[in-house]
């Protein structure tokens, strides 16, 4: 079986089965965006304990590859440091895919990170207001 095969019947796996589906309870971190172009959506929710990434969930609708990708970051950054997080770049998620993407998926693909970015930002400058 070729490569492309193993990594597309991984997104469809995670399409079909989304990882840390849901929402975290009493969450530090929420945030919500679409893709204009498409509508489709996604929220993330995080938990930060001792500057780690102690729970992480997203929901959302769209297509294959915005919430496989979305299903594949939450288990990238889940018990990983908040520094390390932040030094995840769009590239790392591409390859976590796998395969070839037009400029339009590209935008699909990324969904799941500028929420997840966008909201730990966020969290960064509400640290920041109270001073911490
Ligand atoms: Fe909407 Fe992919 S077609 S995010």
């Known amino acids: 079986m070729g490569m492309e095969k ?3 019947e ?3 796996d995670h399409f079909k089965h989304p990882r840390n589906y ?5 969450a530090d971190i929420q945030h919500h965006d679409h893709n204009p172009l498409c509508g489709d959506d996604i929220s993330i929710t995080i938990k930060i ?7 992480v969930k997203f929901q959302g609708h769209g297509c294959a590859i915005s919430q496989a990708s979305a299903s594949m970051l939450t288990e ?3 018990g990983k440091n908040i520094g390390d ?15 070839p993407l037009s400029p339009l998926r590209m ?9 997840m970015t966008a909201g730990i930002s966020k969290h ?7 001073g911490i």
């Not at 304990?49 to 729970?55: A, F, P």
């Not at 935008?107 to 929420?115: E, I, S």
């Open 49 to 55: 304990d001792r500057g780690k990434i102690s729970d």
């Open 10 to 12: 991984n997104i469809i």
């Open 22 to 26: 849901g929402v975290v309870e009493n």
């Open 76 to 78: 990238k950054i889940k």
């Open 124 to 130: 960064k400058y509400g640290l920041r207001e109270h």
């Open 107 to 115: 935008k699909c693909a990324l969904l799941g990170f500028q929420v």
């Open 6 to 8: 193993l990594y597309l």
């Open 85 to 99: 997080v932040k030094g995840i770049k769009s590239d790392d998620v591409i390859k976590l895919l796998g395969i």
